[in-house]
Protein backbone atom coordinates (compact mmCIF):
# COMPACT_ATOMS: atom_id res chain seq x y z
CA UNK A 1 0.00 0.00 0.00
CA UNK A 2 1.19 3.51 -1.21
CA UNK A 3 1.29 6.40 1.62
CA UNK A 4 1.08 10.30 1.12
CA UNK A 5 4.33 11.60 0.91
CA UNK A 6 6.04 13.39 3.54
CA UNK A 7 5.22 16.75 2.79
CA UNK A 8 1.60 16.13 2.11
CA UNK A 9 -1.21 17.79 4.57
CA UNK A 10 -0.66 13.67 5.88
CA UNK A 11 -2.90 11.43 7.02
CA UNK A 12 -4.25 13.72 10.33
CA UNK A 13 -5.69 11.04 12.13
CA UNK A 14 -2.06 9.81 12.72
CA UNK A 15 -0.53 13.14 12.76
CA UNK A 16 -3.30 14.93 15.31
CA UNK A 17 -3.94 11.57 17.54
CA UNK A 18 -2.30 13.03 20.79
CA UNK A 19 -3.60 13.20 23.76
CA UNK A 20 -2.57 16.87 25.95
CA UNK A 21 0.44 17.01 28.04
CA UNK A 22 0.87 18.95 31.51
CA UNK A 23 2.73 22.00 30.87
CA UNK A 24 6.63 22.08 30.49
CA UNK A 25 7.84 25.48 30.78
CA UNK A 26 8.14 28.73 27.94
CA UNK A 27 8.89 28.61 24.45
CA UNK A 28 8.76 25.38 24.83
CA UNK A 29 11.99 24.53 26.57
CA UNK A 30 12.26 20.74 28.08
CA UNK A 31 12.15 19.64 31.30
CA UNK A 32 14.97 17.09 32.37
CA UNK A 33 13.64 14.16 33.48
CA UNK A 34 15.76 11.86 35.84
CA UNK A 35 17.76 9.16 34.24
CA UNK A 36 19.02 11.84 31.64
CA UNK A 37 15.37 11.42 30.01
CA UNK A 38 13.46 14.59 28.74
CA UNK A 39 10.06 15.53 29.03
CA UNK A 40 7.97 18.31 26.97
CA UNK A 41 4.51 19.17 25.94
CA UNK A 42 4.72 22.61 24.86
CA UNK A 43 6.41 21.92 21.27
CA UNK A 44 9.89 22.42 19.79
CA UNK A 45 11.36 24.84 17.16
CA UNK A 46 14.32 23.82 15.73
CA UNK A 47 16.49 24.76 12.82
CA UNK A 48 17.89 21.37 10.34
CA UNK A 49 20.40 23.33 8.71
CA UNK A 50 24.11 25.29 9.54
CA UNK A 51 25.47 21.93 11.45
CA UNK A 52 29.12 22.05 11.89
CA UNK A 53 29.12 18.26 12.49
CA UNK A 54 27.51 16.30 9.76
CA UNK A 55 29.33 13.79 7.23
CA UNK A 56 31.55 15.87 4.66
CA UNK A 57 29.35 15.90 1.59
CA UNK A 58 31.89 14.44 -1.08
CA UNK A 59 29.70 13.59 -4.55
CA UNK A 60 29.48 10.10 -5.40
CA UNK A 61 30.42 10.03 -9.45
CA UNK A 62 26.98 7.89 -10.95
CA UNK A 63 27.93 4.91 -12.51
CA UNK A 64 25.78 5.77 -15.92
CA UNK A 65 23.82 8.85 -16.80
CA UNK A 66 20.62 9.72 -16.94
CA UNK A 67 18.48 9.50 -20.16
CA UNK A 68 16.51 12.42 -19.22
CA UNK A 69 18.33 15.07 -17.00
CA UNK A 70 16.17 17.36 -15.26
CA UNK A 71 17.41 19.97 -12.42
CA UNK A 72 16.77 17.86 -9.11
CA UNK A 73 15.59 17.82 -6.64
CA UNK A 74 12.11 18.91 -7.58
CA UNK A 75 12.41 18.23 -11.69
CA UNK A 76 14.36 14.80 -11.00
CA UNK A 77 16.17 13.06 -13.78
CA UNK A 78 14.90 9.66 -15.32
CA UNK A 79 16.08 6.66 -17.00
CA UNK A 80 13.73 5.27 -20.46
CA UNK A 81 16.38 2.70 -20.92
CA UNK A 82 17.75 0.05 -18.22
CA UNK A 83 21.24 0.10 -18.03
CA UNK A 84 23.50 -2.38 -17.08
CA UNK A 85 24.44 -2.73 -13.28
CA UNK A 86 27.74 -1.60 -12.11
CA UNK A 87 29.12 -2.29 -8.55
CA UNK A 88 29.12 0.11 -6.38
CA UNK A 89 30.43 -0.95 -3.08
CA UNK A 90 33.90 -2.55 -4.29
CA UNK A 91 35.14 -3.75 -1.09
CA UNK A 92 32.39 -5.24 1.09
CA UNK A 93 33.22 -5.50 4.87
CA UNK A 94 32.78 -8.75 6.32
CA UNK A 95 29.73 -8.72 9.15
CA UNK A 96 28.97 -11.00 11.60
CA UNK A 97 26.49 -9.68 13.57
CA UNK A 98 22.67 -10.54 14.00
CA UNK A 99 20.35 -7.56 14.47
CA UNK A 100 16.34 -6.66 14.15
CA UNK A 101 15.13 -3.97 12.19
CA UNK A 102 11.10 -3.19 12.88
CA UNK A 103 9.44 -2.15 9.26
CA UNK A 104 6.21 -1.59 8.31
CA UNK A 105 4.27 -3.92 5.81
CA UNK A 106 0.97 -3.62 4.03
CA UNK A 107 -0.66 -6.72 3.41
CA UNK A 108 0.62 -10.17 3.45
CA UNK A 109 3.98 -10.56 5.76
CA UNK A 110 6.19 -12.24 2.86
CA UNK A 111 8.36 -15.40 3.99
CA UNK A 112 11.83 -14.66 5.10
CA UNK A 113 12.92 -17.99 3.92
CA UNK A 114 12.63 -16.64 0.32
CA UNK A 115 16.15 -16.86 -1.55
CA UNK A 116 15.96 -12.96 -1.64
CA UNK A 117 16.88 -12.29 1.95
CA UNK A 118 19.90 -14.38 1.55
CA UNK A 119 21.05 -13.11 -1.21
CA UNK A 120 21.05 -10.07 0.20
CA UNK A 121 22.73 -11.23 3.11
CA UNK A 122 25.28 -12.29 1.29
CA UNK A 123 25.23 -9.18 -1.27
CA UNK A 124 26.03 -6.86 1.59
CA UNK A 125 28.85 -8.70 3.23
CA UNK A 126 26.90 -11.53 5.84
CA UNK A 127 25.96 -9.19 8.48
CA UNK A 128 22.23 -10.71 9.31
CA UNK A 129 18.90 -8.40 9.81
CA UNK A 130 16.27 -9.67 10.89
CA UNK A 131 12.87 -8.19 9.92
CA UNK A 132 10.30 -8.16 12.20
CA UNK A 133 7.44 -6.93 9.79
CA UNK A 134 4.63 -5.01 11.83
CA UNK A 135 1.00 -3.82 10.41
CA UNK A 136 1.62 -0.57 8.22
CA UNK A 137 -2.15 0.78 8.77
CA UNK A 138 -1.12 0.71 12.90
CA UNK A 139 2.57 1.06 12.19
CA UNK A 140 2.43 4.69 13.83
CA UNK A 141 0.31 4.47 16.98
CA UNK A 142 1.75 1.32 17.57
CA UNK A 143 5.47 2.73 17.60
CA UNK A 144 4.45 4.84 20.32
CA UNK A 145 4.51 1.80 22.31
CA UNK A 146 7.12 -0.19 21.56
CA UNK A 147 9.88 2.87 21.89
CA UNK A 148 8.45 3.37 25.57
CA UNK A 149 8.80 -0.29 26.35
CA UNK A 150 12.11 -0.25 24.25
CA UNK A 151 10.44 -3.23 22.30
CA UNK A 152 11.22 -2.70 18.49
CA UNK A 153 14.87 -4.44 17.99
CA UNK A 154 17.97 -3.12 16.96
CA UNK A 155 16.27 -0.27 14.75
CA UNK A 156 13.28 1.04 13.72
CA UNK A 157 12.33 2.58 10.55
CA UNK A 158 9.72 5.78 10.71
CA UNK A 159 8.58 6.95 7.59
CA UNK A 160 8.26 10.93 8.18
CA UNK A 161 3.94 11.32 7.71
CA UNK A 162 4.11 8.90 11.10
CA UNK A 163 6.19 10.84 13.32
CA UNK A 164 2.56 12.82 14.39
CA UNK A 165 1.45 9.77 16.38
CA UNK A 166 4.31 11.08 18.95
CA UNK A 167 3.38 13.26 21.55
CA UNK A 168 6.57 14.71 21.26
CA UNK A 169 8.90 13.00 18.82
CA UNK A 170 11.94 15.08 19.60
CA UNK A 171 11.62 13.56 23.28
CA UNK A 172 11.35 9.97 21.67
CA UNK A 173 14.38 10.66 19.76
CA UNK A 174 16.46 11.64 22.33
CA UNK A 175 15.58 8.97 24.46
CA UNK A 176 15.73 6.14 22.46
CA UNK A 177 17.87 6.82 20.04
CA UNK A 178 21.77 6.09 18.93
CA UNK A 179 23.35 9.29 19.02
CA UNK A 180 25.37 9.01 15.76
CA UNK A 181 27.30 12.34 16.06
CA UNK A 182 30.43 10.87 16.60
CA UNK A 183 30.79 8.78 14.54
CA UNK A 184 29.53 9.82 10.95
CA UNK A 185 30.56 13.47 11.28
CA UNK A 186 33.47 15.05 9.76
CA UNK A 187 35.13 13.26 6.28
CA UNK A 188 33.39 9.33 6.12
CA UNK A 189 34.19 8.57 2.54
CA UNK A 190 36.86 6.65 2.64
CA UNK A 191 34.32 3.61 4.46
CA UNK A 192 30.54 5.17 3.77
CA UNK A 193 31.72 6.82 0.47
CA UNK A 194 27.87 6.40 -0.65
CA UNK A 195 26.92 7.89 3.03
CA UNK A 196 28.80 11.05 2.13
CA UNK A 197 27.75 11.39 -0.83
CA UNK A 198 23.92 12.18 0.69
CA UNK A 199 23.07 15.93 0.75
CA UNK A 200 24.00 17.46 3.72
CA UNK A 201 20.19 18.68 3.58
CA UNK A 202 19.51 14.78 4.41
CA UNK A 203 21.69 15.13 7.14
CA UNK A 204 20.64 18.11 7.97
CA UNK A 205 16.83 16.81 8.95
CA UNK A 206 18.28 13.63 10.88
CA UNK A 207 19.34 16.25 13.50
CA UNK A 208 17.38 16.66 16.90
CA UNK A 209 18.18 18.81 19.88
CA UNK A 210 17.58 17.83 23.35
CA UNK A 211 17.06 21.59 24.01
CA UNK A 212 16.51 23.15 20.86
CA UNK A 213 16.79 26.75 22.45
CA UNK A 214 20.82 25.36 22.90
CA UNK A 215 22.55 24.69 19.85
CA UNK A 216 25.59 22.82 21.23
CA UNK A 217 22.71 19.99 22.23
CA UNK A 218 22.07 19.34 18.42
CA UNK A 219 23.01 15.79 17.13
CA UNK A 220 22.63 13.21 14.61
CA UNK A 221 20.23 10.64 15.70
CA UNK A 222 18.70 8.83 11.86
CA UNK A 223 19.68 7.41 9.29
CA UNK A 224 17.90 9.62 6.40
CA UNK A 225 15.61 8.23 3.94
CA UNK A 226 15.22 9.11 0.09
CA UNK A 227 15.59 12.94 -0.09
CA UNK A 228 13.21 12.68 -3.78
CA UNK A 229 12.14 16.23 -4.43
CA UNK A 230 9.41 17.12 -6.40
CA UNK A 231 5.65 16.84 -6.14
CA UNK A 232 5.26 13.94 -4.02
CA UNK A 233 1.00 13.27 -4.16
CA UNK A 234 -1.39 13.94 -6.46
CA UNK A 235 -4.97 13.07 -7.82
CA UNK A 236 -5.15 10.30 -10.26
CA UNK A 237 -7.96 9.88 -13.12
CA UNK A 238 -8.18 7.29 -15.27
CA UNK A 239 -7.46 8.51 -18.73
CA UNK A 240 -8.67 5.94 -20.93
CA UNK A 241 -12.49 6.24 -19.58
CA UNK A 242 -12.20 10.45 -19.35
CA UNK A 243 -11.10 9.71 -23.31
CA UNK A 244 -14.38 6.93 -23.50
CA UNK A 245 -17.07 9.33 -22.34
CA UNK A 246 -15.59 12.31 -24.33
CA UNK A 247 -14.83 14.18 -21.05
CA UNK A 248 -11.66 16.70 -21.49
CA UNK A 249 -8.71 16.59 -18.42
CA UNK A 250 -10.57 19.20 -15.63
CA UNK A 251 -8.41 22.82 -15.37
CA UNK A 252 -9.90 24.10 -12.86
CA UNK A 253 -12.31 22.97 -9.99
CA UNK A 254 -15.15 24.65 -11.28
CA UNK A 255 -14.24 22.11 -14.57
CA UNK A 256 -13.51 19.36 -12.06
CA UNK A 257 -16.57 19.03 -10.26
CA UNK A 258 -18.37 19.03 -13.97
CA UNK A 259 -16.56 16.15 -14.76
CA UNK A 260 -17.66 14.15 -11.39
CA UNK A 261 -21.28 14.88 -12.43
CA UNK A 262 -21.03 14.16 -15.98
CA UNK A 263 -19.04 10.78 -14.89
CA UNK A 264 -20.95 9.32 -11.85
CA UNK A 265 -23.46 6.89 -11.53
CA UNK A 266 -24.33 5.93 -7.91
CA UNK A 267 -27.38 3.40 -8.65
CA UNK A 268 -24.60 1.44 -11.22
CA UNK A 269 -21.63 1.73 -8.73
CA UNK A 270 -19.83 4.72 -10.50
CA UNK A 271 -18.52 7.39 -8.45
CA UNK A 272 -15.95 10.24 -9.31
CA UNK A 273 -13.65 9.79 -5.86
CA UNK A 274 -13.08 6.77 -3.72
CA UNK A 275 -12.27 10.09 -1.20
CA UNK A 276 -11.30 13.00 -1.04
CA UNK A 277 -9.68 14.62 1.84
CA UNK A 278 -6.07 15.63 2.48
CA UNK A 279 -5.11 16.40 -0.78
CA UNK A 280 -8.40 19.26 -1.49
CA UNK A 281 -6.61 22.06 0.73
CA UNK A 282 -4.28 23.25 -1.85
CA UNK A 283 -6.77 23.49 -4.31
CA UNK A 284 -8.41 26.51 -2.47
CA UNK A 285 -5.34 27.77 -1.11
CA UNK A 286 -6.21 26.60 2.26
CA UNK A 287 -3.11 24.83 3.51
CA UNK A 288 -0.11 24.93 4.66
CA UNK A 289 2.33 23.99 7.36
CA UNK A 290 -0.04 22.45 9.60
CA UNK A 291 -2.56 25.30 8.31
CA UNK A 292 -0.33 28.05 8.54
CA UNK A 293 -0.24 30.87 6.56
CA UNK A 294 1.88 34.28 6.44
CA UNK A 295 -0.09 37.39 6.95
CA UNK A 296 2.23 39.87 5.33
CA UNK A 297 0.13 43.23 6.52
CA UNK A 298 -1.03 41.83 9.98
CA UNK A 299 2.71 40.45 10.61
CA UNK A 300 1.19 37.35 12.25
CA UNK A 301 0.03 34.22 11.06
CA UNK A 302 -3.60 32.93 10.06
CA UNK A 303 -4.89 30.00 10.36
CA UNK A 304 -6.22 28.41 7.20
CA UNK A 305 -10.06 27.80 9.05
CA UNK A 306 -9.92 31.45 9.66
CA UNK A 307 -10.45 32.40 5.46
CA UNK A 308 -13.94 32.32 3.42
CA UNK A 309 -11.24 29.63 1.04
CA UNK A 310 -11.70 27.14 4.25
CA UNK A 311 -15.65 27.51 3.75
CA UNK A 312 -15.20 27.25 -0.12
CA UNK A 313 -13.55 23.52 0.49
CA UNK A 314 -15.69 22.33 2.72
CA UNK A 315 -18.81 23.11 0.55
CA UNK A 316 -16.98 21.66 -2.29
CA UNK A 317 -16.42 18.39 -0.30
CA UNK A 318 -20.25 18.40 0.80
CA UNK A 319 -21.43 18.87 -2.79
CA UNK A 320 -19.41 15.94 -3.39
CA UNK A 321 -20.81 13.96 -0.80
CA UNK A 322 -24.52 15.22 -1.55
CA UNK A 323 -24.68 15.02 -5.12
CA UNK A 324 -23.02 11.02 -4.66
CA UNK A 325 -20.15 12.40 -6.58
CA UNK A 326 -18.38 10.03 -3.70
CA UNK A 327 -18.12 6.24 -3.08
CA UNK A 328 -20.63 6.27 0.10
CA UNK A 329 -18.24 3.88 1.94
CA UNK A 330 -15.42 6.72 2.16
CA UNK A 331 -16.72 7.78 5.71
CA UNK A 332 -15.54 4.57 6.65
CA UNK A 333 -11.64 4.89 6.09
CA UNK A 334 -11.65 1.03 4.69
CA UNK A 335 -11.84 1.78 1.13
CA UNK A 336 -9.01 0.30 -1.40
CA UNK A 337 -8.46 2.90 -3.30
CA UNK A 338 -6.18 1.18 -5.75
CA UNK A 339 -8.61 -1.73 -6.59
CA UNK A 340 -11.84 0.56 -7.24
CA UNK A 341 -9.55 2.48 -9.36
CA UNK A 342 -8.44 -0.36 -11.13
CA UNK A 343 -11.81 -1.45 -11.48
CA UNK A 344 -12.96 1.29 -12.77
CA UNK A 345 -15.60 1.90 -10.19
CA UNK A 346 -13.87 5.14 -9.01
CA UNK A 347 -12.44 7.87 -11.92
CA UNK A 348 -9.90 9.88 -9.43
CA UNK A 349 -7.94 9.05 -6.46
CA UNK A 350 -6.00 10.73 -4.22
CA UNK A 351 -2.58 9.17 -3.91
CA UNK A 352 1.32 9.52 -3.47
CA UNK A 353 3.35 10.15 -7.15
CA UNK A 354 4.32 6.08 -6.62
CA UNK A 355 0.90 4.78 -7.82
CA UNK A 356 1.55 5.80 -11.39
CA UNK A 357 4.29 3.92 -11.86
CA UNK A 358 2.47 1.23 -9.65
CA UNK A 359 -0.66 1.35 -11.58
CA UNK A 360 1.24 0.77 -15.21
CA UNK A 361 3.29 -2.29 -13.71
CA UNK A 362 0.77 -3.87 -12.93
CA UNK A 363 -1.18 -3.67 -16.16
CA UNK A 364 1.88 -4.76 -17.71
CA UNK A 365 1.89 -7.30 -15.92
CA UNK A 366 -1.88 -9.03 -16.32
CA UNK A 367 -2.62 -7.55 -13.06
CA UNK A 368 -4.99 -5.34 -14.35
CA UNK A 369 -7.02 -5.67 -17.93
CA UNK A 370 -6.31 -2.58 -19.60
CA UNK A 371 -6.52 1.33 -18.35
CA UNK A 372 -4.19 4.24 -18.33
CA UNK A 373 -3.82 6.72 -15.21
CA UNK A 374 -2.44 10.52 -14.68
CA UNK A 375 -2.09 13.28 -12.25
CA UNK A 376 -4.96 15.73 -13.07
CA UNK A 377 -2.90 19.13 -13.80
CA UNK A 378 -2.73 22.16 -11.15
CA UNK A 379 -5.80 23.16 -10.06
CA UNK A 380 -7.02 26.25 -8.44
CA UNK A 381 -10.66 27.59 -7.77
CA UNK A 382 -12.60 30.56 -8.20
CA UNK A 383 -9.70 31.75 -10.68
CA UNK A 384 -6.86 31.56 -8.05
CA UNK A 385 -3.36 30.41 -9.33
CA UNK A 386 -2.59 27.27 -8.40
CA UNK A 387 0.04 26.15 -6.29
CA UNK A 388 1.94 22.85 -5.99
CA UNK A 389 3.74 21.90 -2.66
CA UNK A 390 6.89 20.23 -3.68
CA UNK A 391 9.14 17.61 -1.65
CA UNK A 392 11.34 19.20 0.57
CA UNK A 393 11.93 16.73 3.40
CA UNK A 394 13.46 13.42 3.41
CA UNK A 395 11.39 10.27 3.34
CA UNK A 396 12.02 8.83 7.02
CA UNK A 397 14.64 7.48 8.96
CA UNK A 398 16.13 4.45 10.29
CA UNK A 399 16.56 4.72 14.16
CA UNK A 400 19.21 2.50 15.82
CA UNK A 401 18.72 1.65 19.73
CA UNK A 402 20.75 3.61 21.85
CA UNK A 403 21.96 0.67 23.57
CA UNK A 404 24.09 -1.15 20.97
CA UNK A 405 27.61 -0.60 21.02
CA UNK A 406 30.06 1.62 18.63
CA UNK A 407 31.00 -1.23 16.68
CA UNK A 408 27.20 -2.52 16.04
CA UNK A 409 26.11 0.53 15.02
CA UNK A 410 28.88 1.03 12.39
CA UNK A 411 28.44 -2.74 10.99
CA UNK A 412 25.11 -1.74 10.45
CA UNK A 413 26.35 2.05 8.73
CA UNK A 414 28.17 -0.68 6.67
CA UNK A 415 24.31 -2.23 5.67
CA UNK A 416 23.07 1.67 5.36
CA UNK A 417 26.25 2.63 3.15
CA UNK A 418 25.38 -0.71 0.60
CA UNK A 419 21.57 0.47 0.56
CA UNK A 420 22.52 3.75 -0.73
CA UNK A 421 23.14 2.44 -4.07
CA UNK A 422 21.26 4.11 -6.57
CA UNK A 423 19.63 3.44 -9.62
CA UNK A 424 21.94 1.54 -12.06
CA UNK A 425 24.15 -0.44 -9.50
CA UNK A 426 24.22 -4.24 -9.21
CA UNK A 427 23.21 -3.29 -5.28
CA UNK A 428 20.45 -1.27 -6.14
CA UNK A 429 19.17 -3.78 -8.84
CA UNK A 430 19.51 -7.02 -5.59
CA UNK A 431 17.41 -4.86 -3.08
CA UNK A 432 14.93 -3.65 -5.48
CA UNK A 433 14.31 -5.87 -7.73
CA UNK A 434 15.24 -9.15 -6.36
CA UNK A 435 17.15 -12.08 -8.26
CA UNK A 436 16.84 -12.10 -11.97
CA UNK A 437 14.85 -15.29 -13.44
CA UNK A 438 13.14 -15.79 -10.20
CA UNK A 439 11.88 -12.04 -8.79
CA UNK A 440 11.93 -10.52 -12.16
CA UNK A 441 12.89 -10.70 -15.48
CA UNK A 442 14.01 -8.26 -18.27
CA UNK A 443 11.00 -7.12 -20.36
CA UNK A 444 11.46 -6.42 -24.24
CA UNK A 445 11.99 -3.12 -23.68
CA UNK A 446 15.01 -4.03 -21.05
CA UNK A 447 13.39 -3.07 -18.08
CA UNK A 448 12.77 -5.23 -15.26
CA UNK A 449 9.60 -6.60 -14.94
CA UNK A 450 8.05 -8.52 -11.34
CA UNK A 451 7.60 -11.99 -11.72
CA UNK A 452 4.39 -12.99 -9.45
CA UNK A 453 7.00 -14.09 -6.85
CA UNK A 454 8.58 -11.04 -6.70
CA UNK A 455 5.78 -8.62 -6.83
CA UNK A 456 5.05 -10.77 -3.83
CA UNK A 457 8.00 -10.92 -1.95
CA UNK A 458 10.08 -7.74 -3.52
CA UNK A 459 8.27 -5.59 -4.65
CA UNK A 460 5.41 -5.21 -2.28
CA UNK A 461 6.91 -4.97 1.10
CA UNK A 462 9.20 -2.34 2.78
CA UNK A 463 11.56 -5.01 3.52
CA UNK A 464 15.53 -3.12 3.22
CA UNK A 465 14.40 -0.61 0.21
CA UNK A 466 13.80 2.30 2.72
CA UNK A 467 16.60 1.36 5.20
CA UNK A 468 18.70 4.31 3.98
CA UNK A 469 18.61 7.10 1.17
CA UNK A 470 20.19 6.77 -2.45
CA UNK A 471 22.51 9.28 -3.25
CA UNK A 472 20.51 10.29 -5.82
CA UNK A 473 16.94 9.27 -6.42
CA UNK A 474 15.61 9.10 -10.02
CA UNK A 475 12.17 8.78 -12.17
CA UNK A 476 12.31 4.67 -13.31
CA UNK A 477 9.78 2.18 -14.42
CA UNK A 478 8.48 2.02 -17.69
CA UNK A 479 10.11 3.88 -20.50
CA UNK A 480 6.51 5.35 -21.40
CA UNK A 481 5.47 6.36 -17.49
CA UNK A 482 9.01 7.38 -16.90
CA UNK A 483 8.82 10.12 -20.11
CA UNK A 484 5.31 11.14 -19.37
CA UNK A 485 6.05 11.98 -15.36
CA UNK A 486 9.42 13.95 -16.66
CA UNK A 487 7.06 15.98 -18.78
CA UNK A 488 4.81 16.61 -15.91
CA UNK A 489 7.24 17.65 -13.76
CA UNK A 490 8.50 19.79 -16.04
CA UNK A 491 4.86 21.80 -16.74
CA UNK A 492 4.43 22.03 -13.19
CA UNK A 493 7.59 24.11 -12.22
CA UNK A 494 5.69 27.52 -12.42
CA UNK A 495 3.23 26.84 -9.89
CA UNK A 496 5.83 25.18 -7.31
CA UNK A 497 5.49 26.10 -4.02
CA UNK A 498 7.55 27.57 -1.05
CA UNK A 499 7.70 25.88 2.18
CA UNK A 500 6.73 28.84 4.91
CA UNK A 501 9.47 26.98 7.41
CA UNK A 502 12.20 25.77 4.85
CA UNK A 503 15.35 24.81 7.28
CA UNK A 504 13.25 24.44 10.37
CA UNK A 505 11.38 21.86 12.34
CA UNK A 506 8.15 22.85 14.29
CA UNK A 507 6.41 20.27 16.44
CA UNK A 508 3.47 22.15 18.02
CA UNK A 509 2.50 22.29 21.16
CA UNK A 510 -0.08 19.45 22.40
CA UNK A 511 -3.08 21.05 22.64
CA UNK A 512 -2.89 22.65 18.96
CA UNK A 513 -2.13 19.23 18.06
CA UNK A 514 -5.26 17.90 19.81
CA UNK A 515 -7.55 21.04 18.76
CA UNK A 516 -6.30 20.20 15.53
CA UNK A 517 -7.84 16.75 15.32
CA UNK A 518 -11.01 17.58 16.45
CA UNK A 519 -10.96 20.68 13.65
CA UNK A 520 -10.17 17.88 11.41
CA UNK A 521 -12.32 15.35 12.34
CA UNK A 522 -15.53 17.95 12.24
CA UNK A 523 -14.49 18.92 8.73
CA UNK A 524 -15.26 15.17 7.80
CA UNK A 525 -18.76 15.77 9.79
CA UNK A 526 -19.70 18.49 7.16
CA UNK A 527 -18.14 16.80 4.35
CA UNK A 528 -20.12 13.51 5.01
CA UNK A 529 -23.17 15.06 5.40
CA UNK A 530 -23.21 14.80 9.53
CA UNK A 531 -23.39 18.05 10.24
CA UNK A 532 -24.35 21.40 8.44
CA UNK A 533 -22.25 24.58 6.67
CA UNK A 534 -23.69 26.84 9.23
CA UNK A 535 -21.79 24.91 11.75
CA UNK A 536 -18.36 26.24 10.99
CA UNK A 537 -17.88 29.73 12.58
CA UNK A 538 -18.48 27.84 15.48
CA UNK A 539 -16.23 24.96 15.05
CA UNK A 540 -13.43 27.94 14.03
CA UNK A 541 -13.86 29.22 17.67
CA UNK A 542 -13.95 26.09 19.26
CA UNK A 543 -10.29 25.06 17.62
CA UNK A 544 -9.12 28.93 18.30
CA UNK A 545 -10.03 28.80 21.84
CA UNK A 546 -8.67 25.13 22.45
CA UNK A 547 -5.01 25.54 21.25
CA UNK A 548 -5.41 27.53 18.00
CA UNK A 549 -5.10 31.12 19.56
CA UNK A 550 -2.24 30.03 21.55
CA UNK A 551 -0.46 28.27 18.77
CA UNK A 552 -0.77 31.56 16.79
CA UNK A 553 2.04 33.34 18.50
CA UNK A 554 4.26 29.83 18.63
CA UNK A 555 3.76 29.78 14.68
CA UNK A 556 4.54 33.44 14.56
CA UNK A 557 7.38 33.53 16.38
CA UNK A 558 8.74 30.97 14.96
CA UNK A 559 8.54 32.58 11.56
CA UNK A 560 10.25 35.36 12.30
CA UNK A 561 12.88 33.52 13.90
CA UNK A 562 13.64 32.25 10.34
CA UNK A 563 13.67 35.99 8.95
CA UNK A 564 15.96 37.09 11.35
CA UNK A 565 13.26 39.01 13.34
Known sequence: ML???????????????????????????????S????ESGEGAVQSTEGFDFLPTYKEWPLPVQPDLVGEPPNHPSGFTSYPEPIQAVAEL??????????????????SGDDPYYAAVTEAWGGTVINLRQADGNTFADTSVQ????????????????????HTDFRETVVNNFYDLTDIVKGDIAERWPLLAGMPNSSWGQSVWSKDPADPDSARIFGIPG?????????????????????????TTVEELLEVCRAWSDDANGKWA?????????QWFSADDTEGWLWDADQEKMIHSCELPNFTEMLTFRRTLWDEKLIHPDAPSGTLDFHALQASGAVLFTQDSMGWWGEFVRQVNAGEIDAGAIAPLPPLAAN???????MNTTVDGWTFLNKDLSKEQ??????????????????????LQYGIEGEHFNLGEDGTPVMTELGSKIVGGPVNYKALSGQVQTFLTGDPGMVQARFDYNASIQQYAGTNLFEGMRIEGPADFKAASQTLWDQQNDIAYGRSDLSSIPDMVQTFLDNGGEAARQYYTDAYKSIKGE
Open 273 to 281: FATLDWFVG
Open 383 to 389: GRTPIVP
Open 3 to 33: EPSSNAPFKRRSLFKVAGLGAAGAAGLPVLA
Open 93 to 110: PSGSGTYELTVPVWGDTP
Open 146 to 165: WLKANEYGDAILMFGWMLGS
Open 409 to 430: VEEILDIANWCSSPYGTAEFEL
Open 226 to 250: NLSGGQGNAVFVRTDYLEAANLAMP
Open 35 to 38: CGDI
